[in-house]
Structures are given as structure tokens and as C-alpha cells.
């Protein structure tokens, strides 16, 4: 065989072997093992304020509405009407009720931890409960509204709803996580 | 010319002979074979990876299935939620329970409604006020006792049995104290002392809490029996009266405005249509010698007439509350009828020119086991109603025709185009002849 032909042989194999090493090597870290997480708080970070007026404007029926929340100088004590529930465990919230003292209803709790959520949950339904039967008396037209009222957490989020286009205002609150 | 001839030898000699270059072709080959080796080596690792990678990418789809399953359960769950929450009575009754349990034993006094309105006693001022001095009570709770007792000198006369003391004093508080409309706020913006006399005598304005108080303290300086009742969940609050031997709920809050008497004097059964309370600590309220339903009702006869009453009462020119008690057996399906007759009737009110004059309604008042009674009322503008005079302007004749020629433009083919509705309970021509 001429040794020239040998050498340009040897040369094309080696450039063969080199690239089918290059070829072969993959990048096994590019794939992430972690799964899609669900929960919002892992998402995005949104101020308060911005959810607020987000889930506000979801509903364009809702009443006049007040507002109550941490941000208040008596925000502890404002607190309590919503919730019979420690207020050290609290991060932030907001509170929207109807000025003329219909169900209307928009508030979301951020809690220090997620720990907690269940009790939190549990004392913003009771709150609900002891609205409508508030209602029975008062204003028996609003005991419906009350039954249809949405709570629900998420994480450190817990979140109430109740006015008459709930849906979009608990879609209004996880797209502000998007 | 040379003519070499090759021999062998000659051949062998004159092939040179280079032993480096041989010795590189074997490095060479061996370093190929190296690299062939290590190419299948890769290769290898590389259909291992590609098989670990699959492998990866099958338990990412999974995981992915896993958190698409989870949405979709989450979802799932929050409309499982909302159709729990339609039947809020059961949460509810689990947090009674709670509340009986966090609360304890229920008592009259100190009690918080509405996180808000705290029933306090107020016996210390009427004893003092049967003693004849209250001179040693504080500056506010002489200022209380005068206010209630220049009512007590306006509209309690000498004479007056009970019974005729307290209708009085519900007939002035529902004259001159009006509700605080900012109870059912969710942090209420009702006024300060709403929710005791001296701040209701003062503002005349009160909630539940207000008027039970006020009415209690009033009941106690006419030396009359009477308790402020709450429900157990807090949020409401009215009286127990004892007049002769037994006990009757008053709800001053719920009849203001123009439900005059409809919570005046209930029964246990009366009461608990739209009320619910301790009934194991309240006393028992079954009399109905002064239940005032049962005092002002009439008996039902007919449906013939009941309805020449309701002619009567539409085209009188007076305010008119009356209730008719059904005892039969069949008194819930009377109780329909009725309701079809005053429904026609109102639907005549409302299309006519009474309809200026006067505002009509109707309804079940109450009900127990053994009786029904069935209200009507008729509130006469005129004669100092609910608007009375200044809600009502001068209207010519001729502007009234205005109006009503108005409605016959507008509604005057309404049931030409719109099916009148006949159910079936009954012939509704004959319905309509009765009245």
C-alpha cells in the first residue's frame, strides 16, 4: 500500500474518530429533573397592592368598595373582622368590603408561612358563616351571595371572593402571578 | 547501449530497504486501532446515554402527566369546594357548636354582638329609678333616665294596664328611633352609643342591640318583666316581654320602618320563623293572650271573603294592617289561594291609580302547628303612613290622567304580545271574580 495512501488514511480516520467523539458527546445537564411547580409564590412576586386592584377590576359589577389592610395604622385590629386568626402569623393583606354593607367581598392574606394556611382558611370561611347568618337578620337577599362565596390557598396565600363574577376574580388572581 | 539485466538480486538491492518508516506505519496503526477502539467505546457510552436521556425524558413526561393530573384535581377540588360551600348550614352548625363551646353558657349581659355591640344591664338605672333617686348614678345615666322618663310622662297614660305601657313605648320607639344602616357593613360604620339608651335617646339612631337595650330599660322603669334575647351565633339581638303569666318576643329592629307589629309580641313558634335563640336558658314564650297577631286577626271564613275585604280595604282611605288566622287542616293550601288572591290584587293596585295613594302587601305572618295567620296591609299615604304628607305633592287630576295615559301607551298591548300565566291551582276567572 503506498505510505502516502496510508497517511491519508490514518488522517481521514482520525478526523472521522475526532468527529464521531464530538457527535457523541450530549450534554446531560441540560435537562432539568425539577418538575412544574404549582404554586404561585414559587412564580412570581407581586405586590399586594397590584393584586388588588387586579382582582377590583376583574368584577366591573362590584359595588363601592372600602379597604382595610396591613398598611393601616390599626391594620391589626382592622383584621379581625376579617379573621379570628393570629395576626403574628400574617404578612400582609388587604381587605375589600362594600361601602352600603352588601356580601361584596375581595380580600387576600399573605401568611409568614405556609404552614398555617389551614387555619387561616378555616377562620375566613367561620367569617363567611357568621356573615350570612348576619345576613338572615339583616338583609336576607345577601345570604345567596354568601353561599356562593369562593375560599380557597394557595401556599402562603389565602384568598376570599365573593361577588357575583367570582370565577374571574380568582382567575384575576392567579394571573397576576404570570 | 546497457542492457542491465535485473536478477534478483539485483531487483532486491535495488529496492531500498527504510526500516523508520515501517516502524511509524505500526505506531500509526496502532494509534488508529486506539482510536477505533475508543470510537466504539463511545459509541457505546453514547447509545447508553441515549437510553439514560429516554429514560430521563419518560419520567419527565411523567412528572409532567403528574402535574397536569394535579391541576386538573385542583380544579376539580375548587369546584367540589364551591359546591360545599353552597350548603353553608352545615358549616354553620359545626360552628355553633364551636362558638357554644368557646363562648360557654349563655347568658343575657356582657354578651358582644356583631364583634361589635356589647348588651350591658341596665338595672342599676331602672332601680334607681323605682327608688326615686338616681341622683348617685353617673352624669350619663341620670342624662338616660331623664330622657326616658320625659317619654314615659309623654305617652304613658294613668290607667294603662301592661300590656297598654308597652305597646305604647313600642309604638314611640318605632316612631322616633331609626336604624343604623351601617350594621351590615363588614367593619361597621355605625355611629357611637348606637348599641345603648343613652346613645338612642340621644341620636334616635340604634341597631339590634340598641333597641333591645332601650326597650329592656324602658320595660324595667314601668316595672315590667323583660330580658334582651341573642341568638347563638352572635349576631342579633331583641326582647322577651312577661305580660299576665307568660313571655312574648319583641323585635323593635325588625319592625322599623313599615313592617309595624309583625315582630310585636311573638310566640316561641312566632318567633322562631325568622329568629333562633337558647332555648334552654330564655324562658318559654307559648302564651298568645297578648301576642299580637292573635289579638288582631280575624278568623278566615272564605275566599269570597277575603277577597270583598281586600276591595274594601284598597279603595278605603285609611291605613290598614289585618290578620286572618286558618286553623284547618288543609291551611297551608289556603294560605296559596290567599296568596294568588292578594298577588291579583296588588297587580290592580299597582296598574291603577291607587297605586298613588297607597302602597299594598301581603304574606304569611306566621305560622305554628295549630294555626296559620295570613296578613295584609294596606299603608295609606294620606293619612300620615310610613312617607305621610311630605312625600306625597300636589297632583292635579289632570296630571295623573297625564301618567296613567302614559302607561296605556306603553303597556296598553302588553298582553298581546306577553301569555298571562294560569298555574294550576285552580280556575284563575274564578279567582278574579271574587274580586
Redesign the interface.
Known amino acids: 500500500m503506498n505510505s502516502v495512501f496510508k497517511r491519508i488514511l490514518c488522517v481521514m480516520l482520525a478526523g472521522a474518530t475526532a468527529c464521531t467523539m464530538l457527535a457523541s458527546c450530549s450534554d446531560d445537564k441540560s435537562s432539568s429533573d425539577k418538575p412544574e411547580s404549582s404554586s404561585v409564590a414559587q412564580t412570581k412576586t407581586v405586590e399586594m397592592s397590584q393584586l388588588k386592584d387586579a382582582m377590583l377590576k376583574a368584577d366591573d359589577t362590584v359595588p363601592t368598595m372600602l379597604t382595610a389592610s396591613s398598611e393601616d395604622e390599626n391594620g391589626e385590629q382592622l383584621f379581625a373582622y376579617l379573621a379570628d386568626y393570629d395576626y403574628a402569623n400574617v404578612d400582609e393583606y388587604f381587605f375589600c368590603y362594600a361601602a352600603e354593607g352588601t356580601a361584596d367581598e375581595i380580600a387576600v392574606i399573605k401568611l409568614k408561612d405556609s404552614a398555617s394556611s389551614n387555619d387561616c382558611l378555616k377562620a375566613v370561611k367561620e367569617h363567611v358563616a357568621t356573615r350570612s347568618k348576619q345576613y338572615e337578620t339583616y338583609d336576607p337577599d345577601q345570604v345567596p351571595r354568601c353561599s356562593k362565596a369562593i375560599v380557597f390557598s394557595n401556599d402562603v396565600y389565602v384568598v376570599l371572593v365573593i361577588s357575583d363574577k367570582n370565577d374571574l376574580v380568582k382567575d384575576a388572581f392567579y394571573n397576576a402571578f404570570k | 547501449m546497457n542492457n542491465e539485466i535485473q536478477t534478483t538480486e539485483n531487483i532486491t538491492a535495488q529496492k531500498p530497504v527504510k526500516s523508520g518508516?515501517g516502524k511509524l506505519?505500526i505506531v500509526?496503526?496502532l494509534?488508529?486501532s486506539a482510536?477505533?477502539v475508543?470510537?466504539v467505546v463511545?459509541?457505546a457510552?453514547?447509545m447508553k446515554?441515549?437510553k439514560?436521556?429516554d429514560k430521563?425524558?419518560d419520567e419527565?413526561s411523567a412528572?409532567?402527566n403528574?402535574?397536569s393530573e394535579?391541576?386538573n384535581g385542583?380544579g376539580k377540588n375548587?369546584t367540589e369546594?364551591?359546591e360545599k360551600?353552597?350548603?353553608?348550614s352545615e358549616?354553620?352548625d359545626k360552628?355553633s357548636q364551636?362558638m357554644g363551646a368557646e363562648f360557654g353558657p349563655t347568658t343575657e349581659d356582657d354578651v358582644t354582638i356583631?364583634?361589635e355591640y356589647e348588651i350591658v344591664s341596665t338595672k342599676e338605672l331602672s332601680d334607681a329609678y323605682l327608688a326615686g333617686d338616681w341622683s348617685q348614678l353617673t352624669e350619663e345615666q341620670q342624662k338616660t333616665i331623664e330622657m326616658a322618663d320625659a317619654v314615659i310622662k309623654d305617652v304613658i297614660k294613668e290607667g294603662m294596664t301592661d300590656y297598654e305601657k308597652e305597646k305604647a313605648i313600642y309604638d314611640w320607639i318605632h316612631a322616633n328611633v331609626s336604624v343604623d344602616?351601617?350594621?351590615?357593613?363588614?367593619?361597621p360604620t355605625t355611629g357611637n352609643y348606637c348599641d345603648n339608651p343613652y346613645g338612642v335617646l340621644t341620636t334616635r339612631k340604634a341597631v339590634?342591640v340598641g333597641f333591645a337595650t332601650t326597650f329592656r330599660l324602658f320595660m324595667q322603669m314601668l316595672d315590667i318583666d323583660c330580658m334582651v334575647v341573642h341568638?347563638t351565633?352572635l349576631?342579633?339581638s331583641w326582647n322577651l316581654v312577661k305580660l299576665g303569666e307568660g313571655w312574648y318576643h319583641v323585635d323593635n329592629y325588625?319592625d322599623n320602618g313599615s313592617t309595624k307589629y309583625v315582630n310585636f309580641n311573638m310566640t316561641d313558634a312566632m318567633c322562631a320563623m325568622?329568629?333562633e335563640w337558647d332555648t334552654e336558658f330564655f324562658p318559654a314564650a307559648t302564651a298568645t293572650e297578648y301576642s299580637y297577631i292573635a289579638m288582631n286577626s280575624v278568623d278566615f271564613t272564605t275566599l269570597e271573603a277575603f277577597a270583598k275585604d281586600l276591595r274594601e280595604i284598597v279603595e278605603g282611605e285609611e291605613t290598614v294592617q289585618r290578620a286572618y288566622k286558618i286553623t284547618s287542616d288543609d291551611m297551608l293550601t289556603i294560605a296559596q289561594q290567599l296568596e294568588i288572591i292578594a298577588g291579583e290584587v296588588e297587580s290592580c293596585v299597582s296598574g291603577s291609580e291607587i297605586s298613588m295613594l297607597g302602597y299594598f302587601t301581603y304574606g304569611t305572618v306566621s305560622m305554628d302547628e295549630d294555626c296559620l295567620y295570613y296578613g295584609v296591609s294596606f299603608e295609606y299615604y294620606m293619612d300620615g303612613g310610613e312617607f305621610g304628607d311630605d312625600f306625597i305633592g300636589d297632583i292635579t287630576d289632570e296630571q295623573m290622567q297625564d301618567a296613567m295615559d302614559v302607561v296605556e301607551d306603553q303597556f296598553g298591548d302588553f298582553f298581546e304580545k306577553h301569555e298571562e300565566v294560569e298555574g294550576d291551582y285552580g280556575d284563575m276567572d274564578d279567582m278574579w271574580e271574587l274580586f
Open positions: 518508516s506505519s500509526l496503526m494509534i488508529m482510536m477505533l475508543a470510537l463511545m459509541l457510552i453514547s446515554n441515549n439514560e436521556n430521563r425524558i419527565l412528572t409532567v403528574s402535574v394535579t391541576a385542583m375548587i369546594m364551591n360551600l353552597v350548603n353553608v358549616f354553620v360552628f364551636k356583631g364583634m344602616d351601617g350594621i351590615t357593613v363588614a367593619i339590634c341568638d351565633y349576631s342579633h325588625m325568622g329568629h
